[in-house]
């Protein structure tokens, strides 16, 4: 059985930084793109980040782009989000989710979300 | 970048009704588009991928269509579970875009 859990969300004041991790398990990790994306209160799905099963490509939208890292690790079947300068904005709920190739496809498997608060 | 235009926004229906959602992309897409099914507090599941085919396990009366700008999903007879919020997201290329959402509520 495919699953993701994801971690590491939490409160940060604007400008700092955090990282989330993915942890997967039930398939072949380095085969699959793994994805970001996210949900403010009360909003719709955002997309916000992908990564190549090799790691080789990555992906952003241009609200995070030059703030928020994407990266892998295939020994530890583990997927991460290094943001930081984090806004208010950036307040949302983050999933991660299995792509059903090896650079792209739909999500076909998602995690249950991590809350990352942007506040002082 | 790609921009997804979902319509309507919500609708409101009974339990039986057929409803039809679309979504029109600023370019051709090929049929590389999915629909995600969001109920509250939950993680988006994975419906219809590559336009028209069926997740593994989601009911029949679940279907898509379309291929280059337009889209349709269409639930055939409304069923109580699903009432949720129905997404497409293009899957043709970086960086992918959702559409804003249709909430489907209980008339």
């Known amino acids: 059985e495919v699953q993701l859990v994801e971690s590491g969300g939490g409160l940060v004041q604007p400008g700092g930084s955090l990282r989330l991790s993915c942890a997967a398990s039930?398939?072949?990790?380095?085969?699959?793109?793994v994805t970001w994306v996210r949900q403010a209160p009360e909003k719709g799905l955002e997309w916000v980040s992908a990564?190549?099963?090799?790691?080789?490509?990555?992906y952003y939208a241009d609200s995070v782009k030059g703030r928020f890292t994407i990266s892998r690790d295939n020994s530890k079947n583990t997927l991460y989000l290094q943001m930081s300068s984090l806004r208010a904005e950036d307040t949302a709920v983050y999933y991660c989710?299995?792509?059903?190739?090896?650079?792209?496809?739909?999500?076909?498997?998602w995690g249950q979300g991590t809350l990352v608060t942007v506040s002082s | 970048a790609i921009q997804m235009t979902q319509s309507p926004s919500s609708l409101s229906a009974s339990v039986g009704d057929r409803v039809t959602i679309t979504c029109r992309a600023s370019?051709?897409?090929?049929?590389?588009l999915g629909w995600y099914q969001q109920k509250p507090g939950k993680a988006p599941k994975l419906l219809i991928y590559?336009?028209?085919n069926l997740q593994s396990g989601v009911p029949s009366r679940f279907s898509g269509s379309g291929s280059g700008t337009d889209f349709t999903l269409t639930i055939s007879s409304l069923q109580p579970e699903d009432f949720a919020t129905y997404y497409c997201?293009?899957?043709?290329?970086?960086?992918?875009?959702f559409g804003q959402g249709t909430k489907v509520e209980i008339k």
């Open positions: 997201l293009q899957d043709y290329n970086y960086p992918r875009m």
């Open positions: 370019q051709g897409i090929r049929n590389d």
């Open positions: 989710a299995k792509q059903v190739a090896m650079v792209g496809g739909a999500a076909d498997s």
């Open positions: 590559g336009a028209s």
């Open positions: 039930g398939f072949t990790f380095s085969s699959y793109a």
């Open positions: 990564i190549s099963g090799s790691g080789v490509s990555t």
